[in-house]
T-cell receptor, first 113, second 113 residues
Framework: DGGITQSPKYLFRKEGQNVTLSCEQN?????MYWYRQDPGQGLRLIYY???????QKGDIAEGYSVSREKKESFPLTVTSAQKNPTAFYLC????????????FGEGSRLTVL | AQSVAQPEDQVNVAEGNPLTVKCTYS??????LFWYVQYPNRGLQFLLK??????LVKGSYGFEAEFNKSQTSFHLKKPSALVSDSALYFC???????????FGTGTRLKVLA
């Protein structure tokens, strides 16, 4: 089945450690996005990529990094510089024209101990 | 800058009654508007979108939304609510210049049996 796969679903990390969240899609979509969700704050954009080997910072990029070496993959690294990394992270992709909707993965919940 | 506002944190409605979840937007240029639903610890599911054309947009699960340009609103509606409609609902707008998708803070819908 076509879709977006995020892994792991739950992740625990100690303070000071980097962690990488995986996002893979088999929808043949060009554009991919990473959002962070906190209670009462909605979704905030971390990074997005319209095409392979290119990506742009979103509204809260500090303390995060991404790569886009393959069309199917858009991993997000949460670095030790991120002050408050505990959150629910959502990956999405968009195909076709720029007016298309986003398709979301099931999310990864990161907890920093 | 583009923005979306969902003025109600929570909406309560009795099963079988009509429901409305409110959304207002601010954009420069043509608005591309979306509604999504999220169940606990899950990703977002697309419900419907307005790109152009009829002001009344029909979507999944019996939901519809009315685009009102003069009031800059895009309210989500359903004629008869179900208990299973209880979830978190997000309105979003696409930034025409950057391909960013900007989300509101979400409205929790509770349908009471």
């Amino acid at each position: 089945d076509g879709g977006i796969t995020q892994s792991p679903k739950y992740l625990f990390r100690k303070e000071g450690q980097n962690v990488t969240l995986s996002c893979e899609q088999n929808l043949n979509h060009d554009a991919m996005y990473w959002y962070r969700q906190d209670p009462g704050q909605g979704l905030r954009l971390i990074y997005y990529s319209q095409i392979v080997n290119d990506f742009q910072k979103g509204d809260i990029a500090e303390g995060y990094s991404v790569s886009r070496e393959k069309k199917e993959s858009f991993p997000l690294t949460v670095t030790s510089a991120q002050k408050n990394p505990t959150a629910f992270y959502l990956c999405a992709s968009r195909g076709g024209s720029g007016t298309g909707e986003l398709f979301f993965g099931e999310g990864s919940r990161l907890t920093v101990l | 800058a583009q923005s979306v506002a969902q003025p109600e944190d929570q909406v309560n409605v009795a099963e079988g009654n009509p429901l409305t979840v409110k959304c207002t937007y601010s954009v420069s240029g043509n608005p591309y508007l979306f509604w999504y639903v999220q169940y606990p610890n899950r990703g977002l599911q697309f419900l419907l979108k307005y790109i152009t054309g009829d002001n009344l947009v029909k979507g999944s699960y019996g939901f519809e939304a009315e685009f009102n340009k003069s009031q800059t609103s895009f309210h989500l509606k359903k004629p008869s609510a179900l208990v299973s409609d209880s979830a978190l609902y997000f309105c979003a707008v696409r930034d025409g210049g950057t391909y960013k998708y900007i989300f509101g803070t979400g409205t929790r819908l509770k349908v009471l049996a």
